[in-house]
């Protein structure tokens, strides 16, 4: 018995070795005349996801306690999801598989839905593979293509692979693993980050990114994001840096760079200019509804009664020559707020201070550094006549 045993597992091994040399030709598919069935991939003829069957023909996933299927990266970007799977056995059988895989979908009801099957009909190489016991296994399965199955948009996935024990093969394990896709999106730097050839510090850094300045995601990799500059470049940052919050391109605005984006808390351009009381100021009822932008920033520790808004017109000289007719000044009254309005292109920056009178000389020094930066990209400040 135990001759014969060894006999079968010698025979599948040497069958697996000699199989898997043509693995990489076959690993997108192969084109056939005639359709598949289900667990081959389908037909190409599936339009939706399908409620899944799989648990109740193998039963609870991952029921073999050290029989494990596991992702290299949980969470993937949308048209890039290269998965590298790997497979361990820590039981004491040894269990063969094939190549075939199934690819579900989790429906807004928690529950697994199959994946409709590629354009066209594919069948699976006929391969087999055994994995010993204290053994491992690493594959890779690429979803960026057309091929088994459609390219998977944004959610939550799971591969699924069905095993047998080399020596009960009516015993079948449900092997899952799962995963994430995200929509490809728009980042930005939080800070000025290095981006580099590859993901690690070891890397050569070819370009810093600037605060505020936007890429787009590629693919995830560990703690690093590959990314594609607006010049096409594609390298990597390292993800901690950079955020969806499209507010944080404003740090490189020329109107609010002379702030330092290391003395800004936030930016946010949610503010409603027409619900904005401070714009009174610059025209009151004229100006309302016309800014197609209000951006509002805060400042960190000492600069805490600074405030500044950026007012992106759809022209500015225009809104200024309003606000001129108005005839209306800035309002200098002791202990209450001052502000000061600068222009460039078509936007405005009002600069807000609480009160000159108590403000420590740290704090005074950086109102006239920020100031003196305005003047000196802008010209002089706006001024109206008393009216």
């Known amino acids: 018995m135990l001759k014969n045993m060894k006999r079968?597992?010698?025979?599948?091994?040497?069958?697996?070795?000699?199989?898997?040399?043509?693995?990489?030709?076959?690993?997108?598919?192969i084109t056939v005349g005639g359709g598949t069935n289900a667990e081959q991939g389908g037909t190409g003829e599936e339009a939706a996801y399908q409620p899944s069957t799989l648990e109740e023909r193998y039963g609870k996933p991952n029921r073999v306690k050290g029989l494990t299927l596991t992702l290299e990266e949980a969470e993937y970007i949308e048209g890039h999801a290269l998965l590298t799977l790997k497979f361990r056995n820590r039981t004491r059988h040894a269990y063969q598989y094939g190549l075939p895989y199934f690819l579900e979908k989790r429906g807004t009801d928690g529950k697994w839905y199959s994946a409709p099957a590629g354009k066209g009909n594919y069948v699976w190489p006929m391969i087999g593979m055994v994995i010993l016991p204290g053994r491992r296994a690493e594959f890779e399965i690429d979803l960026r293509a057309p091929a088994f199955y459609d390219v998977p948009g944004p959610g939550e996935y799971r591969i699924a692979k069905v095993a047998d024990r080399v020596d009960r093969e009516a015993d079948k394990v449900l092997l899952t693993v799962e995963f994430t896709i995200a929509e490809k999106k728009t980042l930005y730097a939080t800070k000025p980050v290095y981006f580099r050839t590859g993901p690690g510090t070891k890397y050569e850094a070819v370009y810093?990114?600037?605060?505020?300045?936007?890429?787009?995601?590629?693919?995830?990799?560990?703690?690093?994001?590959?990314?594609?500059?607006?010049?096409?470049?594609?390298?990597?940052?390292?993800?901690?840096y950079l955020t969806e919050d499209a507010a944080t391109q404003y740090y490189m605005h020329p109107l609010i760079a002379p702030l330092g984006a290391e003395n800004i808390r936030s930016i946010s351009a949610t503010d409603d200019p027409a619900?904005?009381?401070?714009?009174?100021?610059?025209?009151?009822?004229?100006?309302k509804g016309r800014a197609g932008t209000c951006v509002h920033v805060t400042l960190k520790r000492a600069y805490d009664c600074y405030a500044v808004r950026l007012y992106l017109f759809g022209n500015a000289w225009e809104a200024q020559a309003a606000a001129n007719a108005l005839k209306r000044i800035d309002t200098m009254v002791p202990d209450a707020p001052s502000y000061t309005y600068?222009?460039?292109?078509?936007?405005?920056?009002?600069?807000?201070?609480?009160?000159?009178?108590?403000?420590?000389?740290?704090?005074?020094?950086?109102?006239?550094?920020?100031?003196?930066?305005?003047a000196e990209l802008c010209g002089p400040a706006i001024v109206y006549l008393i009216g």
């Open 8 to 29: 079968r597992l010698c025979r599948l091994l040497c069958l697996a070795l000699l199989l898997c040399l043509p693995l990489p030709a076959y690993a997108t598919g």
């Open 208 to 240: 810093e990114l600037e605060a505020g300045e936007a890429c787009k995601q590629i693919a995830k990799n560990g703690k690093w994001m590959q990314v594609e500059l607006t010049d096409g470049r594609r390298g990597y940052v390292f993800a901690k």
């Open 275 to 287: 619900n904005d009381r401070s714009i009174q100021n610059l025209g009151g009822a004229v100006l």
């Open 342 to 374: 600068y222009r460039m292109g078509n936007a405005i920056v009002e600069w807000r201070a609480d009160s000159w009178y108590d403000f420590s000389k740290k704090e005074r020094a950086y109102a006239e550094a920020v100031n003196g930066a305005f």
